[in-house]
């Protein structure tokens, strides 16, 4: 009997002590944190999923005196004069997303300096995570250039923790996560965005911070929630679960491209044979059946979505909300039918937008930034003025300048009609330069250059210089232009 227990033990002992390994919690931890963790958390076994070995850091470093003799491979070293290299070197921000960047430059790392009166100042990029930051260090100091070396060539210079994908399901976890199964094809990447670059979603459980609301404040967001009650006590929600699909869909997209939460905002279909469509002041964006059934395409609807989502990160509910108007007369009416503050001007905000909607100026400057919204999310802004010219013949036909309307008599719909073309002849050039980019396998380049359509639409030069050496780059390229990309990263 005694050789039995002893015998329990041992295994039992053995058990605890292999669990305990495979645990491997940060030796930093104070003694009582780690007595607190329970061991029996760890499902799955940090051996499952391999990590790789570190690398050496290459760096360059570049001021204003330099020939960028050992920054560009061949043969572009070659290929391209002094005042090119210049202009790529000093227009990073956009070429670090490309590619071809890798490719290029000899090192891992580029390190630009400049001075100040006080500082030695350092742009710092990354070729490999996709990453870049300032360094700053004291002008006073003798080694202020080493310094900034030190730190540019440090693993951990940018922040960056390393992900691994499921090529399946598409998304990017934490190394270790719980969550992944066993037969799981896992592919490692350096950093979050470079797993982005390749078309990559991060996983909410890993990084819930992505999918936060970040729409508004506390004031405004109730505001907005009694204001969408009001509004969907006007009209019925719609049930159309393929049309409801498609408004969410070019929605989505067109705040992922924007750089938004993916509930920044939400889109909803109403059921009404109106032609409309509004928002509120921190969404959610509203489109009927009947505005959705005059829209051809994909393009169209996302510039309807566009500029009613500009109209909310523009603030223009907000502006126009403090003004006098009908809809302040008719929501005194509705006081008694709300039981409390938000309510009342919660109604009254969606009677102010029914009624009046949005100023001259408001509505230009939504048709501007619905362009740019629905260029970044690679739609055809051009089809924006198509779809102002439908609405145009619509009311014309119908007579219906109904509730909640996109033609008020500020501004007349051909003065926005003639705004928009012009914008769009403006960046025709811009979506021509980010297609060449799509077309040659550099989707993040594409991505990049179509985000540039305001600084553009105000000076197209830079952006212009930079297709041309682009093309230069492309010409030169040892792959065919069919041939996808080489990944850098190994797959398990």
Same mark, same amino acid.
């Given at each position: ?24 919690? +940060? ?25 790789? +070995? +570190? ?13 960028? /003799? ?14 090119? *290299? ?31 009166? /006080? ?13 870049? =930051? ?11 250039? %080493? ?22 399901? *598409? ?9 992944? %199964? ?63 699909? %498609? ?22 279909? $109403? ?47 907000? *502006? ?39 100023? =001259? ?11 740019? $919204?629905?260029?970044?999310? !690679? ?20 007579? %219906? ?29 811009? !979506? ?9 396998? !550099?989707?993040?380049?594409? *991505? ?45």
């Amino acid at each position: 009997m005694f050789k039995q227990s002893i015998f329990f033990v041992s295994i039992i002992l053995l058990l605890s002590s292999t669990v305990r390994a495979e645990l491997q919690l +940060p030796e930093d931890l104070p003694g009582d944190v780690k007595d607190s963790i329970p061991v029996e958390t760890t499902a799955v076994p940090q051996q499952e999923i391999p990590t790789q +070995p +570190p690398q050496d850091i290459t760096l360059s470093v570049i001021d204003s005196d330099s020939d960028y /003799k050992d920054v560009f491979k061949q043969p572009y070293q070659n290929a391209l004069s002094l005042e090119e *290299k210049a202009f790529l070197i000093d227009n990073l921000s956009i070429f670090a997303e490309s590619r071809l960047a890798s490719k290029v430059f000899q090192p891992q790392r580029i390190l630009v300096t400049k001075r100040d009166k /006080k500082y030695l100042i350092g742009q710092l990029y990354d070729f490999k995570l996709l990453e870049n =930051r300032e360094l700053k260090a004291p002008v006073g100091e003798k080694e202020s250039l %080493k310094l900034l070396c030190d730190l540019a060539k440090s693993p951990r210079a940018f922040n960056s923790d390393p992900v691994v994908v499921n090529t399946e399901s *598409k998304k990017y976890h934490r190394p270790g996560a719980n969550h992944l %199964k066993r037969n799981d094809t896992i592919k490692h990447y350096p950093s979050a965005k470079a797993a982005q670059r390749d078309g990559y979603e991060s996983c909410t459980l890993c990084f819930p911070q992505d999918s936060a609301y970040l729409s508004g404040n506390d004031y405004e967001r109730k505001i907005s929630e009694q204001a969408t009650q009001a509004i969907q006590q006007r009209y019925r929600i719609s049930q159309d679960e393929e049309n409801i699909k %498609k408004v969410q869909r070019v929605g989505a997209n067109i705040l992922k491209a924007n750089g938004y939460a993916p509930n920044y905002c939400s889109f909803i279909l $109403l059921d009404s044979d109106e032609a409309q469509a509004l928002s509120v002041r921190t969404g959610p964006i509203f489109i009927t059946s009947g505005l959705l059934n005059l829209l051809e395409t994909e393009d169209e609807l996302a510039a309807v979505l566009s500029h009613e989502f500009a109209h909310i990160i523009l603030n223009h509910s907000q *502006k126009s909300g403090t003004r006098n108007t009908i809809g302040d007369i008719l929501g005194a009416t509705l006081r008694y039918s709300y039981k409390n503050y938000w309510g009342y001007f919660g109604s009254r905000q969606a009677i102010n937008l029914i009624n009046k909607g949005f100023s =001259r100026e408001q509505e230009y400057e939504a048709d501007e930034y619905a362009v740019y $919204l629905s260029m970044a999310a !690679d739609y055809s802004p051009l089809d924006f003025s198509n779809t102002l010219e439908k609405l145009e013949i619509y009311q014309r036909q119908t007579g %219906k300048g109904t509730a909640i309307t996109w033609f008020s008599t500020h501004p007349s719909s051909d003065q926005r009609i003639k705004r928009v073309k012009k914008l769009c002849q403006q960046l025709q050039n811009l !979506d021509e330069a980010s297609r060449y980019a799509q077309e040659h396998q !550099d989707p993040q380049l594409a *991505k990049k250059l179509r985000s540039q359509a305001k600084e553009y639409a105000k000076s197209s030069e830079r952006v212009d210089t930079f297709f041309k050496i682009y093309k230069k780059l492309i010409e030169r390229e040892d792959i065919p232009s069919t041939e996808n990309s080489p990944s850098d990263y190994q797959l398990y």
